[in-house]
Nanobody, 126 residues
Framework: QVQLVESGGGLVQAGGSMRLSCTVS????????MGWFRQAPGKEREFVAA????????YSVDSVKGRFTISRDNAKNTVYLQMNSLKPEDTADYYC???????????????????WGQGTQVTVSS
């Protein structure tokens, strides 16, 4: 059983920064590509960023490029999402996810991930 636990959400002013963490237990962390998704009230869950098993490759949605950085520490079984220059439209519940079949066609899609965390709320005030 794989468990993902997110932390680091909260309230921040526009322009501020926040770092989300997601710690994985239950399986070998480096076997999984990791992703961050978010879901704003009344909207569908959307892809934010993803990172390969080794951490050598990263991907992100255009709306966060240059502001958000995904990284991982395989020794700590943890993936991070550093969020800078936050905007009110970044307000959402953020979820981390682990995917064993992490392929180019699936790494930006929710169906490409096998396990999910419970989510952490990020609120950006204007």
């Amino acid at each position: 059983q794989v468990q993902l636990v997110e932390s680091g959400g909260g309230l921040v002013q526009a322009g501020g920064s926040m770092r989300l963490s997601c710690t994985v237990s239950g399986r070998t962390f480096s076997d999984y590509g990791m992703g961050w998704f978010r879901q704003a009230p009344g909207k569908e869950r959307e892809f934010v960023a993803a990172i390969s098993r080794s951490g050598s490759s990263t991907y992100s949605v255009d709306s966060v490029k240059g502001r958000f950085t995904i990284s991982r520490d395989n020794a700590k079984n943890t993936v991070y999402l550093q969020m800078n220059s936050l905007k009110p439209e970044d307000t959402a519940d953020y979820y981390c996810a682990a995917g064993s079949l992490w392929t180019p066609g699936l790494r930006t899609k929710a169906e490409g991930y096998d396990y999910w965390g419970q989510g952490t709320q990020v609120t950006v005030s204007s």
